[in-house]
């Protein structure tokens, strides 16, 4: 299928997992969504196929997001992904925390384009769906137009069209990977740069966006925007970016629809084992800023506590 990066929904670890986006797909049917990063280890000796899964009736379009820097091992899992119906792959070359940095991937990697243009070509040469890349502006004390430009540069080919860029610089050491999305300042101008430096290139810009309006400002300037934490924490706020973004007709569901759609969903998944600590958790922002937000958080919190969702289903609809 052709893939728009107009609008997309970051993928964010302990979140974007299949149930976070079933709750998506109930409020925009355009946005692409990502996956959690999923190494490559987990993939080839933990088994983890289950967190590969997705709900194929209702997701397209959804992207995989790998981490791993071994060719021979991302061009494994490549295959092993197209066969399971995802619409990309995506390379994390983005990620700074230290523990990714162990297993020598995520943001480390982006100092040593080499090595990223081979995993690249082992991933393309094992797919026939586009492999795309997300990363930073810069590493450390580079965050210059030299580096980005650069390390562009050296792991383009004819068949990668797309990059993701979070606009801050990742801090190998001292830094959290919640603090990596705080204090380096957002440079937005480093991403639009290296629009015009590489038009042939789909840009894709990530990093504080907030909102489908400073998403349209942002779509003057470069391809397509990444959104996370933001939608993650107010799902609501991307019920028009099927109209705004996209001009096609919104899903129109509201709040209550949707909750109650959802909650039917968390019902189904517990008998097959998915704890409601697991799938509840996605709603806690349902109804964010409205004046029964804290109560209903505080009976989602019962609910995952008390595993009684038969019971509360109600009350939690009527607080949206």
């Known amino acids: 299928m052709s893939l728009s990066h107009k609008f997309c929904i970051a993928p964010m670890m302990q979140c974007t997992d299949i149930h976070d986006r079933f709750l998506f797909r109930l409020i925009t049917r355009k946005a692409l969504l990502y996956t959690e990063m999923v190494t490559t280890g987990a993939i ?49 070359v983005g990620c700074p925390s230290e523990r990714v940095q162990k297993g020598s991937f995520g943001a480390c990697l982006m100092q040593d384009p080499e090595l990223v243009k081979d995993c690249i070509e082992a991933m393309q040469a094992s797919t026939s769906i586009p492999v795309t890349v ?20 050296r792991i383009i ?6 990059i993701i860029v979070h606009a801050r610089v990742a801090i190998l050491k001292g830094l959290t990977p919640r603090q990596n999305r705080q204090i380096p300042p957002l440079k937005y101008e480093n991403v639009y740069q290296l629009k015009k430096e590489f038009p042939q290139l789909e840009i ?20 397509g925007v990444m959104l996370g934490r933001s939608p993650y924490d107010n799902p609501m706020i991307v019920s028009n970016v099927d109209s705004a973004i996209f001009n096609e007709k919104d899903l129109g569901e509201d709040r ?35 004046k029964n937000a804290k109560a209903y958080r505080t009976l989602v919190l019962e609910t995952m506590q008390k595993n009684n969702l038969e019971t509360t289903q109600d009350d939690l609809i009527a607080l949206v």
């Open 44 to 92: 080839i000796h933990g088994g983890c196929l289950e967190q590969l899964n997705f709900n194929k009736e209702i997701e397209h379009p959804v992207a995989v997001q790998l981490g791993g820097s071994d060719p021979d091992e991302l061009s494994q899992c490549s295959k092993i992904c197209t066969s399971l119906g995802y619409d990309e792959i995506n390379l994390n």
């Open 256 to 290: 209550k629809t949707i909750l109650k759609k959802y909650l039917q969903y968390c019902l189904i998944q517990v008998d097959l084992g998915h704890p409601l600590s697991r799938t509840l958790k996605h709603v806690f922002g349902l109804n964010r800023g409205l």
């Open 134 to 153: 997300k990363c930073r502006i810069g590493v450390n004390d580079r965050d210059d137009m030299n580096f980005l430009n650069d390390f562009v540069s």
């Open 204 to 223: 894709v810009i990530n990093g504080g966006i907030k909102n489908v309006d400073e998403s349209l400002q942002h779509l003057k300037k470069v391809d």
């Open 157 to 162: 080919n004819p068949n990668l069209k797309t």
